[in-house]
T-cell receptor, first 113, second 115 residues
Framework: DAGITQSPRHKVTETGTPVTLRCHQT?????MYWYRQDPGHGLRLIHY???????DKGEVSDGYSVSRSKTEDFLLTLESATSSQTSVYFC????????????FGPGTRLTVT | DAKTTQPNSMESNEEEPVHLPCNHS???????IHWYRQLPSQGPEYVIH???SNVNNRMASLAIAEDRKSSTLILHRATLRDAAVYYC????????????????FGKGTHLIIQP
């Protein structure tokens, strides 16, 4: 199994509070991704990174920011959590684009009350 | 992005082969065909991918039509553990946007395995 961990695995927070989710990899892969999964929507890309300090927006980036100061860590921050951000968040890594596979972490279940 | 079409669900018996179809009639010459699956309460798991030729690995086989407009994921001997949602996804091997390409997940095929 690819070395990807996510923390925390579960979190309950209140509306309006900031939340940071962490993705850590031991594979030294260049590319890292954050997805969210909601019933009826499947997985949707939030943000991605193609190198240290190189990040860009995905399909559903509003209300989220990311940072990558080291190859192994990719942080997702909800600046002011809302109930619509209640979801399961998955991190993924990849050694390349196109013909390279992505490996996913175990997910973080976030509930915003 | 090129789209894929999969049946919503399929049912098979344990220890029998399973053929999961995927149509991708608008595939471009640089698109790789990827398959992932997601078991209940888990993150997606990479299964297999290919470009033009059929591919085999320890988990499955991927058969790609000659015109590349369709493909089939083959599980040679299904077990109860193979019950999952299977996603067929195209990923552009010619991506040159300077960034990275995420995966676009559809609804996939819900595979049910009967004991």
């Amino acid at each position: 199994d690819a070395g990807i961990t996510q923390s925390p695995r579960h979190k309950v927070t209140e509306t309006g509070t900031p939340v940071t989710l962490r993705c850590h990899q031991t594979e030294n892969h260049r590319y890292m991704y954050w997805y969210r999964q909601d019933p009826g929507h499947g997985l949707r890309l939030i943000h991605y990174s193609y190198g240290v300090k190189d990040t860009d927006k995905g399909e559903v980036s509003d209300g989220y920011s990311v940072s990558r100061s080291k190859t192994e860590d990719f942080l997702l921050t909800l600046e002011s959590a809302t109930s619509s951000q209640t979801s399961v968040y998955f991190c993924a890594i990849s050694a390349g684009t196109g013909g390279y596979e992505q490996y996913f972490g175990p997910g973080t279940r976030l509930t915003v009350t | 992005d090129a789209k894929t079409t999969q049946p919503n669900s399929m049912e098979s018996n344990e220890e029998e082969p399973v053929h999961l179809p995927c149509n991708h009639s608008t595939i471009s010459g640089t698109d790789y065909i990827h398959w992932y699956r997601q078991l209940p309460s888990q993150g997606p798991e990479y299964v297999i991918h290919g470009l033009t030729s059929n591919v085999n690995n320890r988990m499955a086989s991927l058969a790609i039509a000659e015109d590349r407009k369709s493909s089939t994921l083959i599980l040679h001997r299904a077990t109860l553990r193979d019950a999952a949602v299977y996603y067929c996804i195209l990923r552009d091997g010619g991506y040159s946007g300077g960034g990275a390409d995420g995966l676009t997940f559809g609804k996939g095929t819900h595979l049910i395995i009967q004991p």
